[in-house]
């Protein structure tokens, strides 16, 4: 194992098209998950298994950013990148936490793709989602599919639900400081 894993970390969406929206809480999922990808940053770069990074996403259509982010990661050496979204749907009363990986992956990514989705159940106690595997036609492949990076987008929560997302508000600071705990027991399972 190399002694510092280069890991990304990095906020879904941009400050100009920010994702999800909640406007009764007045907040948005890139706005959110920026502050959680600055917190956690301290919290990961403390740990000696880690030596992160914040990235943001690169302009441009969503295919052609994936594209762009791989190859800048790629030079930087990064190993794992960890991409930090919250979901929306039409219905309002969609809620919980979910992961997303590739579904070619190994045995090892999908057992740290596990230990991050079940503590996102035990850090937030909400309705358990699951591990998801994205294909060619599932949202989140492409960045799922950068090579040479093992790559998993966490989903705590629906920004578009009233409830998922005074939760997430109520518990950012436990939502962040657990799921450091929990991205460092992943790390081991998988480097």
Same mark, same amino acid.
């Given at each position: 194992m190399e002694s510092r894993i280069k890991i990304a970390i990095v906020p879904g969406h941009s400050a100009r098209r920010p994702g999800c929206k909640n406007k009764k809480f007045?907040?948005? @999922?890139f706005s959110y998950n920026l502050d959680v990808c600055r917190a956690l940053f301290d919290l990961l770069h403390a740990m000696p298994l880690f030596q992160p990074i914040i990235f943001?996403?690169?302009?441009?259509?969503?295919?052609?950013?994936?594209?762009?982010?791989?190859?800048?990661?790629?030079?930087y050496g990064v190993k794992w990148c960890l991409e930090f979204?919250?979901?929306?749907a039409?219905?309002?009363?969609?809620?919980?936490? @979910?992961?997303?990986?590739?579904?070619?992956?190994?045995?090892?990514?999908?057992?740290?793709a596990k230990i991050i989705n079940n503590g996102l159940g035990?850090?937030?106690?909400n309705r358990d989602r699951g591990v998801k595997l994205a294909d060619e036609s599932t949202r989140g492949y492409h960045f799922l599919n950068i090579p040479k990076i093992k790559c998993i987008i966490i989903e705590p929560?629906?920004?578009?639900?009233?409830?998922?997302t005074a939760l997430l508000l109520a518990k950012k600071g436990q939502y962040i400081e657990g799921?450091?705990?929990f991205i460092k027991i992943a790390g081991e399972v998988l480097f």
């Open positions: 007045n907040v948005s @999922e943001l996403r690169p302009p441009g259509g969503y295919k052609t950013a994936m594209e762009e982010m791989g190859k800048i990661l790629n030079v979204h919250c979901n929306g039409q219905n309002s009363s969609a809620q919980g936490h @979910e992961v997303w990986i590739h579904q070619d992956t190994s045995e090892k990514h999908r057992m740290a035990y850090i937030l106690e929560g629906f920004f578009s639900s009233h409830t998922d799921i450091s705990k």
